[in-house]
Structures are given as C-alpha cells and as structure tokens.
C-alpha cells in the first residue's frame, strides 16, 4: 500500500462543534494525498459521533486514536498517535484550527532535510467562531480579511498573515521578530527526526509542552523554519480551564533542563527508559 504524502495529527478535547469545522477545512484541502490522526484527549461520544460521519462521508483517510479522560495529558495521545501515523512527514495542529486550502500543500513544498517548519495561526474572536458555516469554509470566506471585518473583526498587524503571498509572505517569514518554535497549532517535521528525540515528555501538563520537543529538536541539529506567514490556518475561541500555575512551573523546570544540558532525548516519551 502506498503511503500519504503527509499524516496531519489533530489533537482535540471535547470540542465536537469545532472540530466538525476543522474537518470540512480539510475537505478543501488542494493537496489531497494525506491522512488525517486524531489524538482524542479523552472526548465523550458526541466527538466520536463527529468523527465517524466525517469517515462515513470523507475520501480522506481517517483514524481515531483516544485514551481515557485524566486531565490535560496533550503528549501522550500525541506519542500514540505518531506510532500509528503511515506517512514520513508529520504535520501537527490541533481540533480547534481550521486550514486554509493551501494549508497541507504548502506544509510540503516548504519541508526540508534536516528541519521542521513552524507555522502561524489567526486567532478570531467567540462571535466569528461561532458564525462561520460549513459553507463559509467551502467558500474559503473564513480566511478572507474583508469578510472578517464585516463581521466586526477588529483590524491589526496579525492579518497580514492572511494576505501575504510572494514578495510579501517572504518578507514578513524572513524579518518577522516572532522566533520559529515548535508550536503545536501549526508545525510540521520528518518522523524520522521525532522518533530520534523520543516524541514529546509525557510529564508535561498545559503550557510549552510542544516547545520543549522542539528544543530538543534543535539540539539535535534539526533547524526551525520561520512559516508563519505562510502555513495558514484561523484558531477559533475557547476557553482554556486546564491551565494551571503549578503544571507551568514544572513544565518551565523541564525546559530549562532540556536547554542548560542540551537534551537531544527524553526519558519519558515514546519509549520509557
């Protein structure tokens, strides 16, 4: 059986009404020789409910990884999900980010050896969250500056990530000040390189926990690539109640060690040494 050219892994927690949206963005996708993960976080049968009328309805291979709900444990649905994933290249995002068309493909024109890309989000307010229709996404609408202001979207320099292409997506990738991390809502690298740093901590609860991975990434000699004005897609509202202070200052320990002893593998990921 041939492989996908990518497997892009979606993460999602009881989100059903806005994963049902990120799902049609990837029905519009140009690039179509992908399949899709999603890393379930433990989500009651509405998800599930979802995510089998997309498979019944979608030519887009899909397969659905969960684990029990025990609080905010984002890593290791995501360590499963890589051990299942066909493909090489490995594009990370999460259920509440909807892709613009030209989302997977550029993911692969701009994947290189020895690097991983570090993508952009537009984040919109609850009441555009809320009004964006399966025909909207159909019609690409939800990424378009003048709609957006219609709805009452407050202008900043943040939409200049929907409207550069060429010169200007170059321009703004190359000088931006914003550092290219791993982020979790939009990046993408080879599995090949995951493997080699072992996926992500599974220590680590809500906040940086992507980073760190991509840390020892860079460790290792693998390079971000600044994208974000390139690797598009709109992250619609929700509230975050998994935060929490103490999870942060551990995760934060974690990832000052991973840097003062430049960690290139994590005992507590894929594997468990």
Known sequence: MKKPKSSVIISTYN??????????GYEQQIESD???????DGSNQETKL?????KSLSKIPVKHIWQEDNGFNKTKILNKAIKIVDSDY????DGDCIPRSDFVKKHLELRKENCFLSGGYFKLPKHISKAISHEDIIEQRCFD???LLSKGLKINFKINKLTSFGFKEWFLNTFT?????????NTSGWKKDILKVNGFDERMKYGGEDREMGERLINLGIMPIQARYSLICVHLHHERPYKNEEAM???KEIRKQTKSN???FTKFGIIKK
Do not use: H, R
């Not at 490995?90 to 995002?93: C, D, G, K, S």
């Open 90 to 93: 490995l594009i990370f995002t």
């Open 15 to 24: 989100q059903p009404k806005w994963l049902k949206k990120v799902l049609y």
């Open 249 to 251: 200052i551990i995760n």
């Open 177 to 185: 000040t914003t550092k290219a991390t791993w982020d979790g809502m």
């Open 145 to 147: 500056k003048d709609w």
């Open 34 to 40: 992908f399949e899709i993960i999603i890393a379930d």
């Open 50 to 54: 979802v995510i089998d009328q997309f």
């Open 262 to 264: 430049k960690s290139t």
